[in-house]
């Protein structure tokens, strides 16, 4: 009989502590690249799953370094829109409250009292920007009848900024003239916006935020590989998205392989990741067709039936260190993708290679996710489901065929992918300074200050059943 490969995952290995020099955890840097070209403070990336991410998991995401993949399961415009709100200027405040200069004190003051705001921005009918009104304005003023354009700072004894101006700068010209607010204003002199000092300080606290060469939050789209797929690459590629993301299960097959080209052809300046793979002539001939990226794992996801259904797929230890060995030799990065169940399999996947992971159910409980939430025995959840669930499909047929009976959808769907709820785990910010702490541990264990040195460094050691048992905590009694 022809000898059968073994074939490894996460669970399966441990890695080998060395001497260290690092004497804290702060002393190790994660970042990486997600493409040949893209690069991030932190190897997480989420999943473009329904239940995973939209917008607000993305822009919660980019602020911790890290990138979203927004999902497609919806229109090509609703998944354009998606990629528009992470792309949209943040750093300006998008609610300006303005008032007109006819107005009464007595109006202004109300209008402060109701929004919560001490200032409110004076334009004109056209949209011009003619003064500004604070609280401080308004102190013992008698004559509540007064207009506003006689007790306002006039528009010339104003510092304002034209519209795009980065909080770098805003905070460079609100410290100069000792200011706390800086309306932005356009050649024809109308108000586009405002940074306040308050937006700049919040931007200090996050200070892992990964931007592109305009200043916008990182954020990448997934597409199929039939239909619509074209269509919608330029699509969310006009939208903003800095990287697209082939998405489909069987990456190596012969129409994904065929997208990925059209795809990279139509759109070469679009960073373009392919897969899933779990080989090296997968991971070859992705790339040949254009990726810049691999996207590895063929049935390691919590939602994942694939390999119970089809009987198909390869342990995700074992897929990384085979892509990645490949991928190395064409200098292109790889996502391992699925099957990260604790923060110990992180650091894992990157020591065997991968340049980034990509995490589903670990960030379907955050309260960012998209995820219905429910309640049961008075504890939250979050749902959680595989793109190719029963539920996805049906969605999809409903959107795509709505005067189906619902039970005849049903009957047709052969699902690779279950459902499930997940506990509610507080703020991504939360979940991932957990995930991210144990990675920089790992690394301090192994004396690896980059993650090239992890990669260096690491000595995996095949554990036995007993061995697995023996590192889970026991709980006491
Ligand atoms: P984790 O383990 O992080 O995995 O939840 C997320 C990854 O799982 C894949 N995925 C699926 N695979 N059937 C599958 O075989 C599915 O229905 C399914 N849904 C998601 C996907 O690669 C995701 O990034």
Redesign the pocket.
Known sequence: MREIPLALTYDDVLLVPRRSSIASRRDVDPTTRLTRRLRLRIPIVS???DTVTDARLAVALAHEGGIGIIHRFMTIEEEAAEVAHVKRPEDVVREVHTIGPERTISEASTQMARSGVSSLLVIDRDGALVGILTTRDLLFEENLERKVRERMTPRGELVTGPPGTSLEDARRILHEHRLEKLPLVDGEGRLRGLITSRDVLRQARLPRTVRDERGRLLVGAAIGAVGDYVERAVALVEAGADVLVVDI?HGHAEHAIRATREVKQRLPSVELVAG?VATAEGTRDLIEAGADAIKV?V????????RVVAGVGVPQLTAVMECVEEADRQGVPVIA????RQAGDIAKALAAGAATV?????LAGTEESPGMTVVRNGARYKVYR????SAVAIDRMRRERPEEQFDELAAGVVP??VEFVVPHKGTLGEVVHQLVGGLRSGMSYLNARTLGELRANAGFLRITEAGWRESLPLPGD
């Open positions: 999943a473009n799953m299960a899933n794992g049935g390691p996801g919590a939602a994942c039936s694939t993708d699925g099957g990260i990509m995490i589903g159910s670990l595989g793109s190719a669930s690779e992918g």
